[in-house]
């Protein structure tokens, strides 16, 4: 419906009006780059033009206060350009070589956001970036852990992985409070998901006032749902139920939460690039640890140990899937620390196992 005076489908703003003059100038003709020192990377275009892109942490929600001091820091130091990268850093354009401690030390003291999250490939020194994740208990109806809260305690206990290359490889940590994965964690290096326990709760009178029966059941993977037509509401075999909560997607009338047994399993060996090796889902490899607000300190500890056990044992540029990849899993578990159970035996019957025939890569010969 078209509403008169209301401008509709319009689009986002053309992103090259909102280029820095050097960068829409030397757009597509650059020459290389390099990293100067953790988040400071210094780019040369075919012109001799130069210009470092300076990048900082940030906690991805932001004020509005504080995205006008970056606006004022933007204009004090990069001509009022600035840019947040995909994992929700933030990035200032400089030209002037010698105001870049400047600007690292102004933002440190006006936002308290560090100067980092950058790698170095050529050398093989690796720093830690920012946590891709989600909307938590701050926003979302459907998670089983917070988000900003455990990225918070992560990386409070990582920081000095994000301010230093110190890490042997890349490692993308991601967090999802759900299942339904919002981001990157089915790809990512240790990624740490909101899981339930416990099976859902028909709450019949819901049901039938707001739930569309037959797409709800439909919803269940497992086939754990049948409608009730005599009391026209849904039923659940709790033996079917591995409490993956899509049913409460669907239908209000499902609720499955339940605090002490609501927590996070902490996957790894996910991939995104294709660089040495072909793309790779992540694998859990601890089944549950319990919500512990405000520091969840059994988890924060699980993601430590995790990635010094691999830091301290992988290759340069050897990725924690890759480390797998050398060593086995037996290894791995011994090396980390953690026990392999029962819950580790992967028993998702539904996934065609054609899927794993398919080339989920970009990796092949013309
Ligand atoms: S991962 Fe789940 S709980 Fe978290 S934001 Fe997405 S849908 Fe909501
Ligand atoms: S929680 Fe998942 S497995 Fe359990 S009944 Fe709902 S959709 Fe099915």
Request: charged share 25%; hydrophobic share 35%.
């Amino acid at each position: 419906m078209v509403v008169e005076g209301v401008k509709t489908d319009f689009g986002p703003p053309y992103y090259k009006d909102l280029l820095h003059p050097v960068i829409a100038k030397n757009y597509g003709k650059w020459k290389y780059h390099e990293v100067v020192k953790p988040g400071v990377i210094k780019r040369v275009a075919e012109s001799g033009d130069t210009i470092y892109v300076v990048r900082f942490g940030t906690p991805r929600l932001l004020s509005i206060y504080t995205v006008r001091e970056l606006c004022d820091i933007a204009d004090k130091y990069s001509d009022g350009y600035l840019r947040w990268t995909s994992r929700n850093n933030v990035e200032f354009f400089v030209t002037d070589e010698s105001k870049i401690d400047d600007l690292i030390n102004e933002v440190q003291e006006k936002v308290g956001f560090p100067c980092g999250g950058t790698w170095d490939a050529s050398k093989g020194e690796y720093g830690l970036t920012n946590i891709v994740h989600t909307q938590g208990w701050i926003h979302c109806h459907t998670p089983a852990i917070d988000a900003s809260g455990i990225v918070k305690a992560v990386m409070d206990e990582l920081y000095e992985y994000f301010t230093e290359h110190k890490l042997p490889a890349l490692c993308r940590i991601s967090l999802a409070c759900c299942a339904n994965m919002c981001g990157a964690v089915h790809a990512s290096d240790i990624a740490i998901v909101g899981i339930h326990r416990t099976p859902p709760m028909p709450d019949d009178d819901a049901i039938r006032r707001t739930c569309e029966i037959p797409s709800t059941v439909a919803a269940c993977p497992t086939g754990a749902l049948k409608p009730d037509m005599k009391n026209k509401t849904i039923k659940v075999d709790v033996e079917k139920c591995m409490y993956c909560g899509n049913c409460y997607t669907m239908c209000p009338g499902m609720p499955l939460f339940d605090p002490e047994n609501d927590g996070a399993a902490i996957m790894v060996g996910g991939k995104l690039s294709d660089a040495r090796r072909a793309p790779e889902l992540s694998k859990v490899v601890v089944p549950w640890v319990p919500n512990e607000p405000p520091r969840w300190p059994t988890l924060v500890k699980y993601v430590k140990q995790i990635l010094e056990a691999w830091a301290a044992n992988a290759n340069k540029h050897e990725r924690l899937i890759e480390w797998v990849d050398r060593i086995g899993w037996e290894r791995f578990f011994e090396i980390t620390g953690l026990e392999f159970t029962q819950h580790l035996i992967d028993d998702y019957r539904i996934t065609p196992y054609f899927y794993s025939e398919f080339r989920a890569s970009t990796q092949f010969r013309w």
